[in-house]
């Protein structure tokens, strides 16, 4: 595997883990809710087997992760790569909209006061 094909898988990965396993840097700065944001609920949930909950804290976790598991068989394709991470961007920002809309700030698009911005601002 050359280093540019490795670059993009490494890259796909991070974003990933950041996805799932970090704690939202959106969200610790603004307090708004990022597109990715409950997916690591989701995951909890849909590990428990709990599937209507892990859809409700977020949809696009099962295609998220069915489509990084194609990315990684395809690795090879580059193009193909290319077009399955463009629209899965596509879809995590509609589908963000779409949750901002009907959601926010109520479950599962809380609006959190514990972030930079709102701290600075408090004081001021």
Not at 36 to 61: R, W
Not at 73 to 83: D, H, L, S, T
Request: proline share 5%.
């Amino acid at each position: 595997m050359d280093f540019q094909k490795t670059k993009t898988l490494g890259i796909v990965l991070i974003l990933f883990l950041l996805l799932l396993f970090y704690k939202c840097p959106i969200q610790s700065v603004t307090g708004l809710p990022c597109p990715g944001c409950n997916m690591k609920t989701s995951l909890y949930y849909l590990l428990h087997l709990n599937i209507n909950k892990s859809l409700y804290y977020h949809a696009l976790l099962i295609p998220s992760l069915i489509l990084f598991v194609v990315c990684i068989v395809n690795y090879k394709n580059e193009q193909r790569v290319k077009g399955i991470l463009i629209v899965w961007c596509i879809l995590m920002i509609v589908y963000y909209m779409y949750r901002m809309i009907v959601y926010f700030p109520d479950s599962p698009m809380i609006y959190s006061k514990n972030n930079l911005i709102y701290l600075i601002f408090r004081h001021v």
